[in-house]
């Protein structure tokens, strides 16, 4: 099994920065209580709060598909709501039901080409 890294970039409706800071605060909690395989997850908002970054880690497909069922349906579309963009990436080598799930978003996969440590 390969770790699995996800990068999100948001940029904000008029107004919804709060919201999407608030919708963030409690997937962090979410993220800490209850998370077995998340490694990373760190979010990043711009100085003149217009746009943010969110990085995620995974040891695993499983701690990635774990992750999303704990944060559910209606947090995720909660944040989305708050945004006017949204792009989104999978890097690594996921399970075929992880890449199967993904091929039904806008989020892109990039298999891993190149790895230090030499999971390519």
């Known amino acids: 099994m390969s770790e699995l890294t996800g990068v999100g970039r948001f940029t904000f409706k008029d107004g919804q920065v709060e919201e999407f800071k608030r919708l963030s605060e409690r997937c962090m909690q979410i993220v800490r209580e209850q998370d077995t395989g998340t490694l990373q997850y760190d979010i990043f908002v711009s100085d003149d709060q217009s746009e943010a970054v969110v990085i995620e880690r995974y040891r695993d497909s499983k701690a990635h598909t774990e992750h999303l ?38 989020v892109r996969l990039l298999p891993t080409f190149l790895s230090l440590n030499g999971d390519a």
């Open 69 to 106: 069922e704990h944060i559910g349906p209606d947090l995720l579309n909660a944040v989305i709501a708050t945004t006017a963009t949204v792009e989104g990436w999978t890097l690594g080598n996921p399970t075929e039901e992880v890449r199967q799930k993904l091929a039904d978003t806008e």
